[in-house]
């Protein structure tokens, strides 16, 4: 007996406007065309800022269900690029598994189980983004806490800044000069206890100062003297 499709037909858009409980939007009869909507739990039509929804278009073919009806996507709401195709896709393979048997609930309810699936990837992936963007923040404010590494190289060139800044440099080099060993020629001109012990000498013995000549000779090699203290001696024994 050959099927009568037409009658198939009518008796499942009677049985999708009892399932539906007045979703089901009849547009046309001949042949029919109708439409459904869908949509995520956190879809809010008052508002649209969360969730996903659309309204699927279904048109029967003369053949249908034993050829695939006609599927359109209308009113996508809060998707994103490549959603149709993608949602469309999915419903076309729901297809292609129910041939010859009728199949529109079949194909709403896996097209609502697309939009649900797809809507969790969407908040796990705003989630993720969300945990990113605060470890950033957080490894920023990490940062102002460790302040720069030090190297040995950078903390001597601090040290060098610091000690110049601090007048360090200048002490130890003032320090230094005062430490070390006068020389002969320095130790003969600072001294001027040297002068006075010879003016003396010569004054007790009657000698006029004029009178005395200076053989400046004797004091072109006075550098080289050692006029330290006897006791760098290693020999020297303290009578």
Request: proline letters at 3%; hydrophobic letters at 30%; aromatic letters at 8%.
């Amino acid at each position: 007996m050959e099927r009568n499709h037409r009658e198939d037909q009518c008796n499942e858009i009677e049985a999708l406007d009892s399932i539906y409980c007045g979703e089901l939007e009849v547009l046309e009869t001949e042949p029919h065309k109708f439409r459904l909507p869908i949509a995520t739990t956190e879809y809010d039509p008052e508002v649209e800022t969360e969730g996903l929804s659309c309204k699927l278009l279904f048109t029967y073919t003369e053949k249908y269900p034993d050829t695939a009806p006609l599927v359109e996507i209308e009113e996508p709401t809060n998707f994103h690029d490549g959603y149709e195709e993608e949602l469309l896709e999915h419903i076309h393979k729901t297809i292609e598994e129910n041939i010859g048997i009728e199949m529109i609930f079949s194909l709403v309810s896996s097209a609502q189980e697309w939009l649900n699936v797809k809507y969790d990837e969407l908040k796990n992936a705003a989630e993720t983004a969300k945990e990113e963007a605060k470890r950033r923040v957080e490894e920023e404010e990490m940062k102002k806490f460790e302040g720069t590494r030090v190297t040995v190289e950078s903390f001597m060139v601090w040290k060098l800044q610091f000690e110049q800044d601090m007048g360090i440099t200048e002490r130890k080099e003032k320090v230094a000069a005062e430490s070390r060993k006068l020389t002969g020629r320095e130790l003969f001109l600072n001294d001027n206890t040297l002068n006075e012990s010879d003016l003396k000498f010569l004054m007790d013995a009657g000698e006029s100062i004029e009178n005395v000549r200076i053989d400046e000779s004797l004091f072109q090699n006075i550098d080289d003297l050692d006029l330290d203290s006897d006791t760098d001696d290693e020999d020297y024994v303290p009578e």
